[in-house]
């Protein structure tokens, strides 16, 4: 799954950077996992 989030969301917020780690970036989740995320602010 790809989402693109507009970069004024992120400019908004003052987000350098956002990563997904964990099984759905590995490409290994189940139906109820859950999303992983880093942010750098």
Avoid: N, T
């Avoid at 799954?1 to 908004?12: A, D, G, H, I, K």
């Avoid at 950077?17 to 964990?22: E, H, K």
């Avoid at 759905?24 to 999303?35: I, K, L, T, Y």
Wanted: aromatic content about 10%.
């Amino acid at each position: 799954m790809q989402v693109q989030l507009p970069s004024s969301l992120f400019r908004e917020h003052g987000v350098r950077a956002a990563y997904l780690f964990g099984s759905r970036a590995r490409g290994e989740q189940s139906p109820h996992s859950d999303h992983d995320l880093a942010v750098l602010f």
